[in-house]
């Protein structure tokens, strides 16, 4: 892109230098083309020799301010005036300044740029420079560039320590016995008969009720014998299901980091009881 004032100074000059051909019109003309030739070379010539170079973060916790580092490196001998850069500000890390930085950069030297961002919601994300704004020595050349250079940054989930008397505890309990009433009617028993010990076989007892791999091993009958109130225990699973696509992206990322949160400390509380849990 081309300095407008520049291109319509040139335009100028070039109808003054024919409507009035006298060599001192003449000859700022063409120093206004030499200049600007001139300006064109150092640009094209210049801007190629930048390199851009983004520190790796280690993951972060949840809130957590951080950091990223952005080092330009000006490999020609030629110093580098104006440099823009544009950070790009991601889904769940956004930025807490969003101005946008110039730097000066010397011949063969290295300038250090630092952008602020807090950690927002967990999970995935990529933050760094989207765009950079070059401008030639005097200003005439000016040349946005798609940098797309990215740093992955993991956002580790929140982690919360739930009371037995906790609502999102009496919540989960109470969806769980659902589970296992629906599961109990199913197989035609009580809600009350959860669990069995064995006992001797006595005369009367049903043959269903045998225990047959324990008397084939041991020579005596065991029957199973139910006992009330008693719940088995077993291992517990905690599921995080696709989400759907409808939802708008953010707010797809907000209920996404309230269910890893919300998942995480009922595995915790139960962990912590000595249940086995197992996430999927």
């Given at each position: ?18 409507i ?22 150092y640009f ?44 790009k ?34 999970g995935?994300d990529f933050?760094g ?12 050349f000016?040349?946005?560039?798609h ?11 929140e982690?919360r320590y739930?009371?037995?008397?906790d ?57 199973r ?24 992206r ?5 209920l ?16 912590r ?8």
């Amino acid at each position: 892109m081309v300095n407008k004032y520049y291109i319509g100074l040139i335009i100028v000059l070039g109808m003054i230098s024919y409507i009035n051909p006298t060599n001192v019109i003449i000859n700022i003309f063409l120093l206004a083309i030499c200049i600007g030739v001139l300006d064109g070379c150092y640009f094209f010539i210049v801007g190629k020799k930048l390199r851009l170079h983004i520190h790796a973060i280690p993951p972060v916790q949840k809130y957590q301010e951080l950091v990223l580092e952005v080092e330009i490196r000006n490999t020609s001998a030629i110093p580098f005036l104006y440099f823009y850069i544009l950070p790009k500000n991601g889904e769940r890390i956004k930025l807490t300044e969003k101005n946008n930085m110039a730097l000066m950069i010397g011949r063969k030297q290295t300038v250090s740029y630092q952008m602020k961002y807090q950690a927002k919601y967990s999970g995935q994300d990529f933050i760094g420079v989207e765009w950079g704004i070059m401008k030639s020595f005097l200003g005439i050349f000016k040349k946005e560039i798609h940098l797309e250079s990215y740093v992955r940054v993991r956002v580790l989930p929140e982690i919360r320590y739930l009371e037995e008397g906790d609502n999102l505890v009496e919540q989960f309990m109470a969806m769980q016995m659902m589970g296992c009433e629906e599961q109990l009617k199913g197989q035609g028993l009580n809600g009350a008969e959860i669990g069995y010990e064995l006992r001797p076989y006595r005369e009367g007892d049903s043959q269903k009720l045998i225990h047959w791999k324990l008397a084939a091993v041991k020579n005596q009958y065991l029957v199973r014998q139910r006992e009330e109130g008693k719940v088995q225990k077993e291992d517990l699973c905690l599921m995080l299901l696709p989400f759907e696509e409808y939802l708008p992206r953010q707010e797809k990322i907000q209920l996404q980091d309230k269910t890893v949160t919300t998942t995480i400390a009922l595995a915790m509380h139960f962990l912590r009881q000595g249940q086995v849990v197992r996430i999927v």
